[in-house]
């Protein structure tokens, strides 16, 4: 069983389209994430939620919206898709707000044509 | 955030051990020190973290200097498996911030 597992992989798009990511957790974790890591290789953190309680909001475009609908579950809706937002994003998961470490999943490549 | 310095990359031959160094003057004493490191085409993967004491797990040591400015991840015995990018990461503000990271490269 993955422990944290994306859905989908791959996600091709084209400009200006709303899509969304799925992340699922079976670690039994309260806080889950989203990086994003673009062409460069950073990894940056975009949200936190703890208890489907959302507790970063790092500086993302309003495009970007999350949704904890348990705690085992972190979904990312993007609405109007820009060129820019072609990278890969990694979901994870921790207990406690992460101060023993993250489990990561194998993130979704998005490209946007 | 507290700064974290790494080398840009790192070589070594299978089976040598590999001392990775960073350096992270400004951690506060509360900040643990993790480190992760990042396959090619995988996400990253948690390795070890300590606060003072240097800290032994299956996959690699972490020596802490008495000072918390520096510390180094020990890979005992290097394996082409090994070869990934390695992030040395503060703790704080409940968030791991990742830099730029060591990339290794294990020759056979």
């Known amino acids: 069983d993955t422990a944290v597992s994306q859905t989908p992989k791959y996600l091709v798009t084209q400009m200006g389209n709303d899509k969304s990511i799925k992340c699922e957790q079976n670690l039994g974790h309260d806080t889950m994430y989203w990086y994003k890591q673009d062409s460069k290789k950073f990894l940056k953190i975009m949200f936190s939620?703890?208890?489907?309680?959302?507790?970063i909001n790092e500086t993302v475009p309003n495009r970007f919206s999350p949704k904890s609908p348990d705690k085992a579950h972190l979904n990312l809706h993007i609405n109007s898709l820009e060129l820019g937002d072609s990278a890969v994003y990694f979901c994870?998961?921790?207990?406690?707000?992460?101060?023993?470490?993250?489990?990561f999943g194998s993130g979704t490549r998005l490209t946007v044509v | 955030d507290a700064k974290t310095t790494q080398p840009n990359s790192m070589e070594s031959n299978e089976e040598e051990p590999v001392h990775l160094p960073c350096n992270h003057s400004t951690i506060s004493g509360t900040d643990y020190i993790h480190w992760y490191r990042q396959l090619p085409s995988q996400g990253p993967e948690y390795v070890i973290h300590g606060l003072t004491s240097n800290v032994n797990n299956r996959m690699a040591s972490l020596a802490i200097a008495e000072d918390r400015k520096s510390s180094t991840l020990i890979l005992h015995r290097a394996t082409l498996r090994d070869a990934a990018v390695y992030y040395c990461i503060p703790y704080n503000d409940y968030k791991l911030s990742f830099g730029a990271g060591t990339t290794v490269t294990v020759r056979a």
């Open positions: 939620y703890n208890n489907k309680e959302l507790i």
């Open positions: 994870a998961s921790s207990q406690d707000l992460g101060a023993d470490g993250y489990t």
